[in-house]
């Protein structure tokens, strides 16, 4: 049945319950007062006409004038239509005739004094009469109104009952379904979909709880196709991770394995099914590849790996991975948040690279080594043509000649540059470390430059104090790194100003620097300085230099396990230094 009728049904009841209460008490309201309005016409009426008639026989003598007979004769009438009571009518009957013979003319004195008294008898029995009708009548009301009192009661007590059941049940009538509906809605928001409604009713809560299955089906129905596009392009995507030439491992937020693929499982030895799933940090108490990888935060280490059966380089790359999760936010709503769900290593595969590097540098190393022999000749060439003994040549002549002789030691120059760069690069740098006194290096650097200081008339100046500890390195490579410094810092330098060497100790170092007070370097070069082939851009004109003296300096000081740096500003010019341990052979004196 529909709630609609249900509610109307329930009212029409609890309206019939009320009405039907208020008609029995305007039943017996209406019974109570018709028997007061009887005994007053019935009796009370009768009453007062009998002590009127009693009156005047009493308060006249006999016989009575004719205004006292005419009163009586008219009370008298009224009675006798007003009879009500068993033996009223003949008690008046009897008065009547009394009243006859009392006002008969031709009666006697002692005639009329028997009327009178049968006057009186008639009237005390008409008095008597009504006097009992209305004790009667009057224990009849009483009897009434307590019954009217216990229906009432009873019809009273009913119709609370009712009502308050009524009133009990109602709310709970209407809310269990709204609550169950309520649960329902919250459990859907939770995405529990399975949540079903049943109401035993046919009403219209039956139907919002078809209508919300209909919903939570629909909606199962929808996410489970999702869950299958899911699962597709998660195939998919497992399909192209498996099929990559890179190594790649994830690893969730609990360092858990989550996949590795064909590659990774190959290079690390791990079987990809067994490792799926396993403790990260167990595998890699028996595993070093795995335990360099996990441990690398964050740094991109280059890994030399024997794999596809020679030796290949990996380069390592890490990602962290956020993913969107939905909160709980308070009881009802869902919210949307990122979380960290672990990390993705690859490991890319550069051997190709490096093998065409490598390529590249062998390329360098055998066309500088090939090409030192042909300039050596023409150097050797040059010097016997400007031999007085073999020909006089003219001014024009010996121009050309010294022309062709600094081109061929700048040809020179650049060759041994790309033979050294290509030995470090191949790792082929050959080293002879030995103690070595900081200013012996200092002046061997300081001779080599000093035809170009004296051209350019700077002035070189060595400040360090005596006594140094002694450094251990290679000296040759030592001094070239600082040849380099010193002849960039002539180069750039203004003539006839001041270089300086300055060598000092500093702390389990000696620390060599050159500075200048040339043009400087502006910030954004500076960093990019010792980088192989760099050169200042506004220097690039001058045709003389590589860009590699810096790079194969800081390779060389590296090597020795030293370092470079630089200090520099534009306009007021640069500092170049590098710093090497110090020798555990006695200091020099
Ligand atoms: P290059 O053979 O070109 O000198 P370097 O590696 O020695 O190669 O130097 C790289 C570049 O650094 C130079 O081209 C120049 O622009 C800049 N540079 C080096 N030393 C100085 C210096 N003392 N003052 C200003 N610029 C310098």
Redesign the pocket.
Known sequence: MKIKTQLRLGFGFLFLVVLAFGLLSLYYINRISTSARVILKDNYESLTFVRQMRHIVDTHALPLGIKQQEDFARQLEKEKHNITERGEAEAARQLSAAFGRLTDPAGTVSGRQLALSSIRTSLGTLDRLNMEGIVRKNNEAGEMARKARLYLAFAATIAFLILFTFIINFPSFVTAPLNQLIDGIRQISRKNYDQRLSFDTRDEFAEVARSFNVMAKRLKEWESSNVAKITSDKLRIEAIIEQMNDAIIGVNEKQEILFINNVAGELLNLDKEKSAGSDAYELMQKNDLLKNIVESEGKAPLFKIFANGKESYFQLDSHEINVHAYADAGDETLQVTSRPAGKVYTLKNITQFKELDEAKTNFIATVSHELKTPISSIKMSLKLLSDERVGTLNAEQRDLLENISEDSERLLKITS?LLDLSQVETGNIQLSFAPVDPKQIARYAMDAVKLTAEQKEVRLELISRQNLPKVNADIEKTAWVLV??LS??I???AEKSKVLIHIQESGAYVQFS?R?T????EEQ?QKR??ERY???P??GK?A????????I?KDFIEAQHGEVYLR?ELGA??T?GFRLPKSNAQVNS
């Open positions: 540059e380099n410094f960039n810092a180069r750039y330098s050159v200048d040339g043009k400087g370097i070069y300085l010792f760099f050169r200042v506004a220097d001058n003389s230099g590589t860009g590699l003296g810096l790079a300096s520099s010019g640069s170049f």
